[in-house]
């Protein structure tokens, strides 16, 4: 039996317990939610009498082997994610915030002491990506990493194709539909995405980069029906894509509106879905393709960590840079293409 | 360093050693292919002073680590791997064949050894499955697993359609690319499917099941380039697509060509693409796209595993049945469509 503890019991953190609940096989099975921390109390909830407001009781149980931060926000997960860490706690996240703002330090001072500091729910949701980018592409250069990584403005921009309708009319039934939040600004301006390939670019290119340094990050409030219709007729899609490529000895990182042809599988990425394609010297193109966000899936990626904890089956999260003098900059290779009504837009391909 | 012996120095072989003379990252830059077994000789190639054509220098000498298997075929194959094993070394492979008859033997002797037998490469190409497989779905229930898992076929039903060819015609081009082989029929039969789909299965439910006993595998023999246009009309590709899922306490697996409509990725996988879709019951669906063959894909795919075994991040290999009762039954939960022309088809969604 493993005992974990879950810090935030909202959307993601009921999902841990639902997901772990479910769960007929080893280890999963045999995880035990010992606290949950959370200021509110869940009388009618079956596991009720776990929850607590007293971190402090958590942290000194030293059979607590795993806390699962699922709280949001950057200051207090960040606050109880470095004080477990420090305490010899394995620390599981899906809070992108903190990964991308504390994520170096975090992972340094899991290393220091002898745990691990996980966050293979923070981008797309479901999908796995971070273990695979650590796993799989081990042998490979990463020329390339670029995701359509955020579901509202997905399901807004096929919605306004599909409908005909303005970003406004799509964007407040993507609300009604609780695809989109009351504030949906961090969506729409592709802040979200930004941190989200952050995290990704720092990973395959071997450097901790913050989304406050890239230097081009552009959203789709200027994404009209009209072009969405002239890029219908050049057989293009119009989707909101983040790109990290490597150009000679620099990553050039951006997030913009692109414009997407049939060739590639991004083309067919419709609704509230995310996926990622990792380019590898070696291996070519691979996409990973699921749902983005939401409670059971982003719980499940969430468990997928919890159980590579147990079964001590881990990346080793130190990134060894891959070259010296790795520069950002957002001009890439990115090629333009003028529509109709004489806008430019990136192609994606 | 670590040293390690290549059985075969053919297409994939060859791609291993690319593979590791072009990395520049730990662990993969430090390892050293101190032998290569072959018949041939290679007095032109950089390492060629390595090959030999005696295994028992390479069983005997104990600072081999890792044997990687890419004879293929499943007589020697398979001696030379349970040999190696047995000596105590790691063996990676990217054999289906090995993998398909042998693989349950080849992974207790491992454990018994206590070293990995992995096999990657073996599903897929470069596509990361088996390791997301086994890593990333621990939380979850996996319900279906399926897969357009044979980048022949589904090279001939692309240019089926896209140049109204024959599969007679189709099949020749395809020949002439070296998308398909001399004597195409495992492929064309789906009997190639049904090795990777078996594996597949394998460890998503957690038994070791044989291509033998998958009760219904139809190949594209039966496809001509009428069905292919009536379904078009319908909106729908046709894919030969394998398909494992649970149904009740039963595990329904089929190779077939299926009818794929506009709402799965699989109606977006053109050409020599792979695509393997995993569905789970909390994470929903996921999938995997990417190149099924060739060489340096391939040999990504055996050098990530060569990595895993280095890093000593390996999935325990030993499965666990989710359920007692669990029978193999060839009916699932097919829909099926009846075209214009009265020929029926499964419909994958």
Redesign the interface.
Known sequence: MTNIAILGFGTVGG?VY???N???????CEVNIKYILDLRSFPEHPIGDRVTNDFSKIISDESVKIVVETMGGDTVAYKFSLEALKAGKNVVTSNKAVVDKYGEELERVARENGVVYLY?ASVGG???II??LN???????ILRVAGILNGTTNYILTHMQSDGKSLDEALKVAQELGYAEADPHADIAGLDSARKIAILSGIAFGKYISYNSIPHIEGIENVTSEDIALADQLGCVIRLVAVAERVGDKASILVAPHLVGKNS?F??IREAFNAVSVT????????????GA?S??T??????D???VI?N????SER?P?EEGFILNGDGNSKFITLANGKKYRYFE
């Open positions: 999902g639902e997901v772990i479910a769960s007929r096989k080893k280890p999963l293979e479901g999908i796995p273990a695979p796993n799989c592409f081990a042998g490979d250069e599988l083309h067919a590898g010297s070696a291996v070519g193109e691979v996409v990973f393709y699921g749902q939401g059971l899936p719980a499940a990626a969430v468990c997928g919890i159980e590579r079964s089956r881990v990346s080793d060894v891959c």
